[in-house]
């Protein structure tokens, strides 16, 4: 008991500092302007500026500040240029700085800004693109954004020259719409457009691309006379594959594991047998609601734990947390494994990963009670004491179930789905003996069955915490 107590308030503890290690850092976005007018207003300028690229902050905690230098912000402004390598010559106002992002210049800040922010979540599928035109069509994409002077001045140029070429196709984009903005990166990659060049204005075209203002207007007219705008392809949009069917199947995978621990299953097979000669389906569906409302609610509990915990930063410990994750899994692994030899040679006193005698004891006397009961309140009492005993096993299975929630909380995979799919998976065992149990089989029978099992389902335990022990050392790693 005391090896069980241990194991889960360590993997408790570790799970509380490895949710705060997991917050995410506030971004620090500042920017700074010198103005000695008083009837100047350049930081309502960007404010405005910024209110149109904030969507893309919509799911990134960050503290925005607008600074004067001529007032109060230069020795805020030198400091992070000191801190960042900025050259006294690129000290030039009024900067922004997104992180350790460094951009000067009003126009610049302007048509940059957007690519400096987090990306924006796109729904663009490849299937919402237009079919490629005719091979013979005269073909363009041109990208802007509304508070950029350039942008301004090549979009009127362009609306001219287009009036002036009315064979040029030329499909204009806005980088301020997340499906404008995703089909701009994936031409960036699809025509290996360099840091330097990635700004808009601009506009490409099967050949190549026109990036800036003089580019597209003195180039653009000698490429469509040239035919070079012919033979336009779209770019290939490289969506993200679907990971929720690999998260359902692991935590589908967590939950059987879990829910063929021993310790449930001893519980179990006792229910079974004060109850097994009424066979009624319902009382076993009872007692196995309990037990998943009882997980339903622990896990619940963490994650919402997990809500308020991630609020404090401590991202400085990550490392050091899976490092320890890292141990605490391999020592968990040693166990099972241990305890897989002492159930092969059936010296189950000598295992140590199991509910201590006199905890089964209570249970079992308590159970006994439950079983007693005649008529109607027995349905709600088997709820009742599925959900207590669920309490109680936890210390035995409750290792799989906080293993997977720290993954789940730091891969941030964790959904109502994911869970929903996990508390499935653990009471499946148990609805399979239910079943088994209505259609006659005794339990002597499932209980041999169970115990033949134990060195497979312990030998299952241990490549589950290598499999998390390799999964923390690849976290190391990266």
Do not use: W
């Given at each position: 008991m005391k090896t069980l107590r241990l194991l889960c308030l360590c993997f408790f503890?570790?799970?509380?500092?490895?949710?705060?290690?997991?917050?995410?850092?506030?971004?620090?976005?500042?920017?700074?302007?010198?103005?000695?007018?008083?009837?100047?207003?350049?930081?309502?300028e960007f404010y405005e500026l910024f209110e149109q690229?904030?969507?893309?902050?919509?799911?990134?905690?960050?503290?925005?500040?607008?600074?004067?230098?001529?007032?109060t912000g230069r020795e805020d402004f030198?400091?992070?240029?000191?801190?960042?390598?900025?050259s006294e010559a690129e000290r030039v106002l009024p900067a922004l700085f997104i992180g350790d992002t460094y951009i000067s210049g009003k126009d610049a800040i302007a048509q940059s800004l957007v690519f400096s922010l987090p990306s924006q979540e796109s729904d663009l599928q490849a299937d919402?693109?237009?079919p490629d035109p005719d091979p013979d069509a005269e073909v363009a994409l041109y990208?802007?954004?509304?508070?950029?002077?350039?942008c301004s001045r090549t979009s009127a140029w362009l609306n001219q020259f287009k009036s002036d070429n009315p064979a040029l196709q030329c499909e204009s984009y806005s980088i301020l719409e997340p499906n404008g903005l995703a089909l701009l990166e994936a031409c960036f990659s699809q025509w290996e457009v360099p840091a330097e060049a990635r700004q808009v204005p601009i506009l490409f075209y099967a050949g190549g691309y026109l990036s800036g203002v003089e580019a597209i207007e003195?180039?653009?007219p000698q490429l469509l006379s040239t035919g070079a705008l012919q033979g336009f392809h779209y770019p290939e949009l490289h969506n993200e594959a679907d990971t929720a069917p690999l998260s359902l199947l692991s935590a589908l995978g967590a939950g059987l594991l879990a829910g063929l621990n021993p310790c449930s299953l001893s519980l179990f097979f006792f229910l079974i047998a004060g109850l097994q000669m009424q066979r009624p389906f319902r009382f076993y569906l009872a007692y196995i609601l309990g037990r998943g409302l009882m997980y339903t609610a622990i896990c619940t509990a963490f994650l919402c734990f997990a809500g308020i915990v991630q609020t404090i930063q401590i991202s400085g410990w990550m490392k050091g947390l899976q490092i320890m994750l890292l141990l605490l899994s391999l020592a968990l692994a040693l166990l099972n494994f241990g305890d897989f030899f002492q159930a092969r040679a059936e010296r189950y006193g000598r295992i140590h990963l199991q509910l201590p005698a006199k905890l089964r004891s209570i249970n079992q006397r308590f159970l006994s009670r439950v079983q007693g009961v005649q008529g109607k309140w027995l349905l709600p009492l088997l709820v009742g004491a599925g959900v207590l005993m669920a309490g109680g096993e936890f210390f035995c299975t409750g290792q799989v179930?906080?293993?997977?929630?720290?993954?789940?909380?730091?891969?941030?995979i964790a959904s109502f789905a994911v869970l929903l799919v996990y508390i499935v998976g653990l009471s499946l065992p148990m609805c399979a003996l239910a079943f088994?149990?209505?259609?006659?089989?005794?339990?002597?029978?499932l209980t041999e069955t169970a115990r033949k099992m134990m060195p497979v389902i312990k030998f299952a335990n241990g490549v589950f915490f290598v499999v998390i022990a390799v999964y923390w050392g690849v976290q190391l790693v990266l």
């Open positions: 503890c570790i799970f509380v500092l490895c949710l705060q290690g997991c917050a995410p850092e506030k971004l620090q976005i500042a920017y700074y302007y010198e103005s000695y007018c008083a009837s100047c207003h350049e930081d309502r690229y904030a969507p893309a902050l919509n799911h990134t905690p960050y503290v925005l500040t607008v600074e004067n230098t001529a007032q030198l400091e992070r240029c000191d801190r960042l390598g900025v919402q693109l237009p990208f802007y954004t509304s508070p950029c002077i350039d003195e180039n653009l179930t906080l293993a997977g929630l720290i993954v789940m909380a730091e891969a941030q088994l149990a209505v259609c006659g089989k005794q339990v002597f029978e």
